[in-house]
Each structure stands twice: as structure tokens, then as C-alpha cells.
């Protein structure tokens, strides 16, 4: 039976887990659980019958182990950030275990290059910690300020760093968790080769709180780049884009530690929408890129890299203009057009959100078919596709027409989902590229995946969750 | 039952094996088996009914199909290459399935920098595809002459890359691979991000044939660095090396492409045993070290970071002398001491063979514990510690005292093995860092996981074989 038709929790076991935590960490008053079971993009309100608050991971066990023997459902919620629904509960069946009081950095090993943090540990917190030790912890995405790295870790989450050093999974050598039955994996390890057996790790990282809870987590560090250099550059065509990010990394390397592409539309919302934001480029150009180069050697390296890029780029003809950043400021100006674009677009109205890749060399043909289709689709729809250009991974977002009705438009995100979609799947890409499945789309992976992989997903499923307590109705 | 102790394969299902595929493809003459029984330490002589050599994921399909019909145990070889006897069959029970004969590189895409290919390709021809196209495949070792990608990815093979581009596993994005059932999980995906549920392909990776075989891989490809640099440096003990480490990573970042090191007497082995070795240096030291720049940028660019590095590292006094290779020529001098120590072993007598690694910090503690623990085991045996510092993983390989009886020695290997791995377990380390589990450490893997762990690892195995045809004997 779906926990979301069951009874609601009963009083009897909810002070057995009360009993479990000290005085004031267990929540059932409404305004207490209400930040819990909202997410930010108001496409779910949940519902929960208590918000546990555990400190420890003993404490963690304890509330597992309850919920295994009452075979209550939970649910596991970090920094409440996810764009999916994966952290809303969905019923008064359900418990929630927020994360957020295991919140110690445990260790920094500045020669093994390895931090090893509590789950519940802020992402802007790990790279505060990894910078005073002259170090780098190269996640960073819009929502680092609140996000919890357990919440990164379990959704394999992505960002703008990727291009240079992979996403959460590849960030993390080990990891800690709590299994369904309570039983603890420790699998702290800050070995960076370790052939022992099936890569269980691998497994629980990405699984969305569905095959237990993410307690801890040794993370990699790396050096700090020496110089950075960030450019803002106005193109005519992805096409053009996807020849200066060929251009940059045959030059730059592995030092190309951001490729991000926008749109013109996006600059325009994001300007209009956000106080104190300027397009760096005097004339309007119909794409952007924000390229960001850091050197290993030097401040000197990094700009010649950056000049090489750009002047070549002039030269081949793929660049119509370019800004470079001069400073700290302007850095950070250019870096904001890019960061604050999602948020941008809330004032025009509805918007209808993919999150798709795509070979990287795909991504402009793809775009090309997904405006066509959508025009097709909703007339005076106004396509925002921008994102990470270098791992072929665009948030293609379709803001409502001028004038629409919001509540209509917002109807048909399925319908649209399913046209883009459908190319997405032809050009061989992934409907959900770093965003994951959630409530949002568990049908749509049930209805794609092959059926022998779905068969392997549920069999794991079984395998670590026979009550099937963890966060039923995501994912899988 | 142990597949060890079954009945021979009956001449019935060998006619059913043989009719899958075309005339001369099914070898069963004793001197045909031959080469694929033997592994190259001689440490496993094996028994096989068959060797079945598919060119096709079809045929791999057919066989394993009829294999899980008939119940007949099946072992995937590659290139034979392995080092803990995982590729070795076990009886006339088993059929050994040889994909060298899948070797097409099916596809490479310069633009998103990724390469498709069989599993059977041969890991150089794939180094030099990645050159033709201007890229670089970073994946390199010993045997890189003949093993293959799909044994790399089943073992997760590490080599000397590792420190600036990671295992196997990260050099991956999709497998293709058939599952004991016949069915083929298709995951030749050229995605850098792809969220959609489980990380089954990690799960296939490393799992060294037991879950199902490896047929296609979509390996990543890098930058060509613009400069390489390297060179051989003499210093005094590990602590000097990892202070080197230290400053070559904080000067150099990820442009730091290798950092190996060597005790002076795997130096004087190889000189020894190894027609045109030479020393670099004039005098001998205590240890030495193999460090390699590549610079994304330019030859200049490295040759300044290893001027940084190498100037600093005389001021600090942890180098007491270095020489810098001034020719492709010289580089190859360098790296060839490093890559023949594991040869030179050989003609010293037995040597007893440890792949552990480390938290990197903890390598010189490592290396003081275990050489005292050796000295109070076995007097007189000659400890040959070398190998991948960056990585915290050292081949700590012991060779018999001189004059001493090969068979009575290598008969301790059991005995040594614990007592080094105790001190690995200490340190929380691995006894497993590149090599993997195979036959040769199937039973300290049982004995030393956590319960919890193993109980996964089993249900794992059920689920993918519920039959358990796979590689029976090794890893799990």
C-alpha cells in the first residue's frame, strides 16, 4: 500500500520515537513542522506526522531501528533545497529526520587532501573550512548557503564546477550511512584507491534517502587554484559556443574550471528582476558565456590563458565581444548574471523547468529542435535554456507567454515535459541531469528505464529496504 | 556446492556451447586452453572445459543465456593480466569466456571528448586512438600492452594516472553489459551528468566479473597537456617525499600528473636485472622519487612549475639531489626504473606481494611499522616498497633474504600478509587498493568486512546471479 493512502502515524509510536531524542527535538506543532514540509518551488506541500531532529548518528540508528520494527515511513531532509520533491513528506504517516544538528566538521586532512564532515554540514561551511586550510572544495552551486552536503551526496548533486572536478560523487571517497534496519555502514575511508569489494558508496550516493540516510562523508579537497580569470562573452550561436569551449580546453586543460551558456532572454529577466544587475557588454548579443579559467601555477598563467582563449576566439570568429573581469567586483557581476537566472524568471510568470543533458557536441542541435517543438507547442512560450554548456547539461526552462494565464500554462508541464523529453531520449541524453527523480520524476523514470534495470533498481531496493520505510514515493 | 568440486561440463552442453558461435571459436585442445590457465605470477594454475572466444555483445548473450540454462559456471577473461588470479578458471566445470575478439573502438567524439569501445580492446591501442584525435586517455600501467579495457573496469584498474585523473571507475561514463541472464544492460551513455535512479554501472565496475560481463565502455577523455615535464629525484626518507608531495601539489595543483616513489633498492634491483637500466643520479640515496608536470598551457609553463617545484624542494631541504629530464629520450630512462621494479623482483628470489594503500599522510608510518614488523617476521628479508605516494597506495613487495629456499619463503605469504595488513587495518587502510580481490584475497575480504557489508555484497551477488554462474571463487 502507497504510505500516502495509509493511517496516520499513531500517538503510542510517536512517543517511542519522542522518547528516543532529549526534550525539544521531536516537532508535531503545525507552525513547527510547516518549514519542513514546504520546498521552494511550491510544487509540493507535504504533510508529516513529526520532525525528528537527531544530533548523532547513534541517534540517527535509534530512529531507524524504531522505524523498522513499527514499519513507520521516513523521510530524510537536509537543507530542504531539493527542485524535485525527493525531501517532502507525503502524508501524516510519515516521519521526517531532519539532518541539520549533525553539523560537525570532524577532521581536515590538509596532506591527504580529505575533509570528513557531518551530514547535516552547510556546503558554503565545508568551503569556508576547506579555504582556511589553504584548500579547495570545488561544489558550489545556487543554493550552497542552505543546501547540507548529506542532501548533495544523496542527490549526486552538480553544479557549476563539474566541468573541472565532476560532480558530489566524484567529490567524495567515503561515506557513512544508516541502513534501514538501523545498522551503521561505516564507510569513512579517505583512501583514494580501495579494491575491496562492490562499490556500495556508489550506491548510496545519488539514492535520495530510498536505501537509507547519509550520516557522514569523507570529501576531497583540492589545491587552490594560484590565479582565476573570468570572462563574459557575447556570441551569436550555441554553435559558436560549443567552438570556444573546444578552443578553451585545448588551452586551458583541466584549468577550465567553468563553461556556462546563456541567453539573451535570460540576461533581459535577469536585469529587469534582480537589483543592482547590468549586462557587462554594451550591445545585446543573442548568447552568452561565462568562462572561467584558474591556474595551478600562477595569477600571470591564468591571464594568459584567458587572453589566448579570447583572442583566438576574436580571431576564429566565435566571439562577437568579451568582458573580462578586471577584479573581486566585477567577477562576481558576471558570476551573478549566471547565478541569479533561475530566480529571474519567477516575475514573469509560470514557468515549465527541464533539467536535461546531452552529448556535449548534441547540445546545440538540441536546442534548435526543443525551440521548434515548444514554439509548436505553446505559441509565445519564451524558451530560457541555459546552463553548464561543457558537461552538455541545460536547464531548459519555458516561462509562460506575455499575458498567459499562469494557472493554464502550468497545466500542461507534463505535456511539454513529454515533447522535450522525447528529444532529450533521441539524442541519447538524461531527463534528469543533476537535479534527480524525487516525486517529480518517478513515473517518468518507471516508464523509460529499461525494464532489466528497473528490475536491478527494485531488487536493490529490496535488498536494503524489505519494510520499504525510506522515503516511499521517490524515486523509485 | 563449490564449482571447484562439480562434475566436469558434459560433452552435450560443450555441443551447445560450441554450436553459438562460428567453427574454430570454441577451443578445447589442451595446448589451446593453455594460455588462458596460467596467470603471469604462477601463483594459480587453472582447469577449464572450454574457452569460448565471442566477437559479438550477441554472442556474449547466447553463451551467457545458455549458461544460466544449464547452470555452467563461467569465467571472463581479458587480456589474462591480473595479479590475484580473478581471470583464472578454476576446473573443467568452468568455460572461460575470452572477449579479445570484441575490439572494434566503436566511436570517438572529440567534441564531448569521449570514446566508445569494446571490452576486449587492448588498453594501448586505446591510449593511441585517444593521441590520433588530440586527447589523452590517462589510463596507464604495467601491462598496458596487453591487458583490456573490460578487465581494467572489472578490476578497477589504478596505474600511475590515478593521482591527477582517478581510477578506472572515473575514467568511465556508461558500460554496456551483459548480465548472466543474457540480457544486456545498455548503458553506453556519453553523459557527464545523468541522475536517473541507482549507479548501476559502479556496481558493474570493480564487481571483477561475478555480477555480469563487461562488453562496451564509454571512457572519458582529456586535454593533451601542451608540456611535460619530469624528474628523478634522490632524497632521504618518505617523510622528505611527502613534504616534496606537499609543495609539488600546492605549486602545481592537478597539473601534478605523477608522484611515485622507490626505495634505493628496487634502484639497485632494477639496475641490476634490467639490460640498459641506469641510475640518474651519481650517488645513491635512501629514496627517490618519479614527479611528472603536465601543463595544460605550454612546455614553458611546466618546465617553470618543476624549476618552482624543484628549487623549493632544494631550499626545504627535502631533496638532496635531482635530475630533470631534458629529452623525451631521458623521460622514458626515468620512468623505465620505476616501471621494471616489479620485474627486477624476480630474479632476487621469491617475493611476497602486498597492494595496499594508505591515507597519504600516514605513508611514512605505514612504511617504519611494516619494514620493523617484516625485520621481526622474517630477518634478513629485503623490503622493495614502491609505488604511487600521491595516491597513499604502495606496493609493498618483500623479496627473500639472499641464500635463502624460494619455496620455504613464499610458503609465509599468508603469515606476512597479516601481519602487513594488520598494520594497513591500523591505519584504516586497505589491503586492496588497485589490484583487487580475485582468488587471492577472496578469504580476508570475509573475514575482515564489516558483517553488514558482506551481508550487502551477498544479496548483491543474488540478485544480479541468482545462480551464482559468475566467476565463481573470486571476490566473493
Redesign the interface.
Known amino acids: 500500500m502507497d504510505t500516502i493512502d495509509r493511517p496516520p502515524l499513531s500517538p503510542d509510536v510517536a512517543d517511542r520515537f519522542r522518547a528516543l531524542l532529549p526534550p525539544g527535538r521531536a516537532l508535531a506543532a503545525p507552525e513547527d513542522l510547516a518549514p519542513f514540509l514546504r520546498e521552494e518551488r511550491g510544487l509540493y506541500e507535504g504533510e508529516a506526522a513529526l520532525v525528528l531532529r537527531p544530533s548523532s548518528v547513534e541517534e540517527v540508528s535509534a530512529i531507524l531501528r524504531l522505524a523498522s520494527e513499527t514499519r513507520t515511513p521516513v523521510v530524510p531532509q537536509g537543507g530542504n533545497t531539493g527542485l524535485v520533491g525527493g525531501q517532502t513528506p507525503r502524508s501524516r504517516s510519515e516521519v521526517v529526520i531532519a539532518l541539520g544538528l549533525l553539523d560537525r566538521i570532524r577532521d581536515v ?6 575533509m570528513t564532515v557531518d551530514a547535516g554540514v552547510v556546503l558554503s561551511r565545508i568551503q569556508a573550512a576547506a579555504d582556511e586550510a ?1 584548500l579547495l572544495f570545488p561544489l558550489s552551486l545556487g543554493s550552497e548557503g542552505s543546501c547540507q552536503i548529506g542532501g548533495n551526496l544523496s ?2 548533486a ?1 553544479g557549476t564546477g ?1 566541468l ?1 572536478y ?2 558530489t ?2 567529490l567524495c571517497l567515503g561515506v557513512e550511512a544508516v ?1 534501514p534496519s538501523g ?5 569513512l ?12 558508496r ?2 548510496l ?3 535520495e534517502g530510498t ?1 537509507g540516510i547519509v550520516t557522514g562523508a569523507v570529501l576531497k579537497l ?5 590565479g582565476r580569470e573570468v570572462a563574459y562573452v557575447g556570441l551569436a550561436s550555441p554553435d559558436d559556443a ?1 567552438r570556444l ?2 578552443r578553451a ?7 577550465l574550471t567553468a563553461f556556462e551558456i546563456m541567453p539573451r532572454i535570460g540576461i533581459e529577466f535577469t536585469v529587469r528582476h534582480t537589483q543592482g544587475a547590468r549586462d557587462p557588454l554594451a550591445e545585446p548579443h543573442a548568447w552568452y558565456v561565462l568562462l572561467e579559467i584558474s ?3 600562477s595569477a600571470a ?1 591564468a591571464r ?2 584567458m587572453e589566448t582563449v579570447l583572442e583566438g576566439g576574436f580571431e576564429g570568429g566565435e566571439i562577437e565581444d568579451a568582458a573580462v573581469a578586471r577584479s573581486i567586483a566585477d567577477a562576481r557581476t558576471f558570476w551573478r548574471m549566471r547565478e541569479e537566472m533561475s530566480w529571474a524568471q519567477k516575475p514573469e510568470g509560470g514557468s515549465i523547468k527541464h533539467d536535461v ?6 547540445v546545440p542541435r538540441f536546442l534548435r529542435e526543443a525551440d521548434e517543438a515548444v514554439a509548436r507547442t505553446i505559441p509565445g512560450a519564451r524558451v530560457v535554456s541555459f546552463g ?1 554548456l ?4 541545460i536547464h531548459y526552462n519555458v516561462s509562460q507567454p506575455v499575458g498567459a494565464d499562469k494557472v493554464a500554462f502550468l497545466a500542461r508541464w507534463r505535456e511539454l515535459n513529454e515533447v522535450v523529453h522525447a528529444i532529450v531520449a533521441d539524442l ?10 524525487g516525486q517529480l520524476k518517478r513515473d517518468e ?1 518507471a516508464r523509460t ?2 525494464p ?2 528497473m528490475e ?2 527494485r ?3 529490496r ?2 529496504d524489505p519494510y520499504q520505510i525510506m522515503n516511499p514515493g521517490k ?2
Chains 1, 2 share one sequence.
Not at 109 to 114: A, H, L, M, S
Not at 183 to 187: N, S, V, Y
Not at 428 to 437: D, Q, V
Request: aromatic share 6%; net charge positive; charged share 20%.
Open positions: 586532512d590538509p596532506v591527504g587532501r580529505t589553504g542527490s549526486n552538480g563539474v573541472a565532476g560532480n560523487r566524484d541502513l545498522e551503521i555502514f561505516h564507510g575511508r579517505r583512501l583514494k584507491k580501495d579494491n575491496r569489494g562492490y562499490d556500495i556508489n550506491l550516493i545519488g539514492a536505501l583540492f589545491p587552490k587554484p594560484a560549443l569551449l573546444k580546453e585545448a588551452a586551458a586543460g583541466t584549468q591556474s595551478g601555477g598563467e594568459a590563458l543533458s546531452v552529448p556535449v557536441a548534441l553548464h561543457g558537461d552538455g547539461n541519447g541524453g538524461s531527463f534528469s541531469a543533476e537535479h534527480g527523480i523514470l528505464k529499461p532489466v534495470e536491478l533498481m531488487g536493490i531496493k535488498l536494503f524515486l523509485i
